[in-house]
């Protein structure tokens, strides 16, 4: 995991520094968008296996996880072909129908888990879970 | 519609590739908030079940109590209190008028009556506490009560302890005492086997104590089907003691089906082999 960081930023980094800045980065955001999939993945198998996290879906980290997949599973293609495509009208009017709304449904997302409170853990069946909601 | 403006080939892509990757993503939030459902309904279940477990053991317990209190009970007042009345009987006042000879006589009966409930009393304490177990351990425990086994000519009882240099903590060799002697009583009552064999190991910090009968004896599903239902006092017992030691209870018939097993396993991290 480390070494995906290590890579990416490096890409990243990179990037920045040598790309025209006249067009949409393609590349790099898409990366950033599977590199956000890879760990948000792997984190909700993480926590779907240790036995302490039961009511997963009661903790705002799992929200925000979920919203952050769901925006980066979304706008992969959107990115990917922006760079390309932006200039074409219809391609625009696609790109922002999917980047708007997902972003409207990312932050919405946010929102709730910003508003959920982290209940105090109990210890349950010999483990220490979140209370029930 | 903007779907129906779509003309080049990239957009059908984009598309099809966004909607896919959302389903994708969906799907696995969906799988994951399922399991977890489905891992809190387990747990919950197991919690219950481990609720209800509990709840047998601790009856079963305080029943076996119960019991132990009434046979003491019964033992002090029907044994006991008889023969004190009855001593008391010989040293009445009226000892004083009579002659000396019935005096002596009547002291002499009083003593022996005396001495019957100090021997009562000892029966009843050492039922409580073997001192044999108190005092030389639990080889020798186990020594003598299969010696007083055999003695009936019955069943063949014998022991072999292999790693038992060292004495455990009294509380531990009093808990596998007891589960020995209930296995045996139960193995008395019901198998009708000609002998009982018991060993004794210690490997990987586990204490192992294995008993083999050749009666009609019982497995581990029979031994939990018994433990969930009302019947089985004794084996509920020997569960709670079990649990107290930390240790596990196996019951198994060997292959060739000729004797039965069972093996208790207590996990002792600090016995020394080389004392």
Avoid: C
């Amino acid at each position: 995991m480390w070494g995906i960081t290590a890579v990416v930023g490096a890409y990243l980094v990179f990037f920045l520094i040598t790309a025209p800045h006249d067009a949409f980065d393609s590349i790099p955001t898409g990366i950033t968008s599977l590199t956000l999939l890879i760990y948000s993945i792997f984190y909700l198998f993480e926590r779907m296996n240790d036995p302490s996290s039961l009511y997963l879906f009661s903790s705002p980290v799992f929200w925000i996880v979920v919203a952050i997949i769901i925006y980066s599973a979304g706008t992969f293609f959107p990115f990917i072909y922006a760079k390309n495509n932006m200039e074409e009208a219809d391609f625009k009017k696609i790109y922002d129908l999917i980047h708007d709304t997902l972003y409207i449904v990312k932050n919405v997302i946010f929102s709730f888990a910003i508003m959920i409170k982290t209940k105090p853990e109990r210890k349950y069946a010999g483990k220490t879970i979140s209370k029930k909601r | 519609m903007i779907l129906l403006q779509v003309q080049s080939t990239t957009q059908p892509i984009l598309l099809f590739g966004t909607m896919g990757m959302l389903a994708l993503a969906i799907g696995l939030i969906v799988f994951i908030i399922f399991h977890q459902r489905r891992v809190i309904r387990y747990q919950s279940q197991l919690q219950e079940m481990e609720e209800e477990q509990q709840k047998i053991l601790l009856n079963a317990s305080i029943r076996w109590q119960e019991e132990e209190r009434q046979r003491i009970a019964a033992d002090l007042h029907d044994d006991a209190g008889p023969l004190l009345a009855t001593a008391r009987l010989y040293l009445n006042e009226n000892l004083v008028h009579q002659d000396i000879n019935t005096q002596l006589q009547s002291i002499y009966n009083a003593k022996q009556i005396i001495d019957d409930t100090i021997q009562l009393i000892r029966n009843i304490s050492h039922s409580l506490m073997p001192p044999t177990l108190k005092n030389f351990g639990l080889e020798s425990a186990v020594n003598d009560l299969f010696q007083k086994i055999s003695g009936s000519g019955v069943v063949n009882a014998s022991s072999r302890f292999h790693d038992y240099r060292q004495r455990l903590r009294p509380e531990q060799e009093l808990l596998i005492f007891r589960v020995i002697q209930e296995l045996v009583n139960n193995i008395l009552k019901h198998s009708g086997s000609s002998f009982i064999h018991v060993t004794q190991n210690y490997n990987e910090d586990k204490f192992f104590i294995r008993l083999h009968h050749d009666g009609r004896g019982i497995t581990q599903a029979d031994f939990e089907r018994l433990n969930k239902s009302a019947l089985g006092l004794g084996l509920k017992n020997i569960q709670s003691r079990a649990k107290v030691l930390q240790a596990k209870i196996e019951f198994e018939r060997d292959p060739s089906e000729t004797y039965f097993k069972v093996t208790l396993e207590v996990p002792i991290e600090d016995y020394e082999m080389s004392n």
